[in-house]
Every structure is written in C-alpha cells, then in structure tokens.
C-alpha cells in the first residue's frame, strides 16, 4: 500500500523540519507557504508547490498546519474552509487549549476531523529518537493518521479533549522555562564569587538536579493519590533553607525576590497551622482557586 499523502502549510523553520520528515518517509507532500521560496528545497526534494491554501488542502486526505500562531492559523486557513469536509487537519502550532478547542469548533464546523498537537522538539531533532508530538482529538482521528503522524517523532495520544495537547505542551514547557530561570539564578550566585566559574557549577549543577528529577516520580504519585502523602518534610526546615537562599542571593548581590515570595508564602502557611511540606500542598498553593 502506498503512503499516504500529506499537505503541510506553514513553512517557517519548523514547518519545513516536518515537511521534510514526511519527504523523507516516502509520503507523497504537498507544501504551502506564504513567502513561497521557503518551498524551494523541499520541492528539490520532491514536494509539490500548491499555489493556494484551498489547493494544498485538497490535495492529501492529511493536513498538517504550522504557523506561528493560532490568529494566523485562523487567518491562513479560513479561504479554504469550502474545502475541508472529509480531510483531516492537525494544527502542530504553539497556542493554548482555548485555542484549540476553538479551532477544532470551526474545523468541525466544516466537515474537517481535527486533531490538535503540541511538538516536543526543535527543527533538527524532528524524526529523530529525541522527538515527540503530542495529540489530543477524538482517538478515531488519530488512528486512522498515527503511522503518518510517525515520522515525525513518537507519536503521544493525550485525550479527547482537543485543549490536552496545548495543556501538556505549556505544561512541559513551563517547567523547562522555570527550570532555566533556576539554572541563570545559580549561576548568578555561583559566578559572583572570584573563584566561582559557570562551567565549573554547570559541572556540579547537572548531575545534581539529573538525580534529583528522580524524586519528581514519588511527588506525583503523591499528587495522584487520596492517601496521606509519602514524601515531606517540615514546613519549618523547608522555610529556613529558602530564607538562606534569600540571604544569600542577597548578598552576592543577586535578586531574591522568587525566594522571598516563596518564604512568605511557606511563613502564611506555618501560620495557617500546616506543619508538613508536601507535593499536594505545593500544588494547592499554586492554584488560583483555592
Ligand atoms: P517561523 O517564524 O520560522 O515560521 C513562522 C511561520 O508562520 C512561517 O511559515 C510564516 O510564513 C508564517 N506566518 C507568520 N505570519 C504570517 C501571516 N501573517 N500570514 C501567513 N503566514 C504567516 O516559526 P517556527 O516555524 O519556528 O514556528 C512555527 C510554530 O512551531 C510555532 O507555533 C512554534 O511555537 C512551533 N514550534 C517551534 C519550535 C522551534 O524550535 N522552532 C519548537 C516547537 C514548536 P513566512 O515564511 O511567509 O513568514
């Protein structure tokens, strides 16, 4: 059987990394990009150049959508909406599951199955072991497209729920940004003494938080569960280290502001009459509705 064929719309520097994964697997593509040189090479390569968005979505029984944004994705795709009934459309662009699940409202609206997708990966470690996408849609969409969807990277079906993709793309993404803003903040510190140098942390810093991820595993299965949590640790002791985190940001003249956030934070708490630091707590304690 022949592979299916594909149509990718959006050929910035990701579009064109999944365009040319799908070339490469051997999916007959079609490409459409607004500056339509970016189409050059992978029509070197094979691809079809569509000389319009309706063209490209006609093409394949598969679209695959990466833009910059959802309001460009809307924009770029509402003059083909006549020719959506029976075609699939996955948006891999970067939006919130609002986002999504409006986008899935309009694509179903006209015929279109949808599935939203979040891609856990950079240009050059798509179809490569190191990539992921995300997925989330009616399961039957993604069934029916998961070998294609492959050669991307390994393929995460998340739910129904059309927003779960762009909740868990955030999601990992947030934790990789705070996570950054930890690692510069070390770094502030560790390099503000004279004998201090960033690669030389950087050496103690990795292996460091590589063992410590591990614990994240028993955090959440604390999270998961009703019972009474397996990890913690006194409030008391846990405010007194961010206190020192706080005092001596300070004095190697760093800002401390995270850390005097989270010091009140943890004394309202000890005030409030909790005693224990826990995974559930500090979830709760993030909420905005609690
Ligand atoms: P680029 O800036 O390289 O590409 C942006 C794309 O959007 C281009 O195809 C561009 O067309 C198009 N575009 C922008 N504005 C308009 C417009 N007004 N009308 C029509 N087309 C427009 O970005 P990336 O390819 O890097 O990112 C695309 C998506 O992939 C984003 O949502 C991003 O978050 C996501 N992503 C990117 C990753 C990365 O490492 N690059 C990693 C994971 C996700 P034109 O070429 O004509 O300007």
Redo the contacts with the bound molecule.
Sequence with gaps: MGRTTVSVI??????RALAGAMVTAGHPTTVW???AA?ADELVALGAQRAATVEEAVLASPLTLV????YA?SG??LRPAEGSLHGRTLVN???GTPAQAREAEAWATGHGASYLDGG?M???STVATSRASVLYSGPKRHFDAHEDTLKALGAAKYLGVDAGMAALYDLALLSAMNVMFDGFFHSLAMATSHSEGSAAGFTDLLVPWLTNMSQVMHAFAADVDSDAEPVLAQGLDVVLASVRNMAHASRDAGVRADYFEQSAATLERQLAEGLTRYTAPDAVRRLRTSD
């Design positions: 959006g050929l910035g520097e990701m579009g990009n607004r500056s970016k990466c833009l910059l944004d460009v924009a770029v891999l662009t970067n891609i990966a950079v240009p």
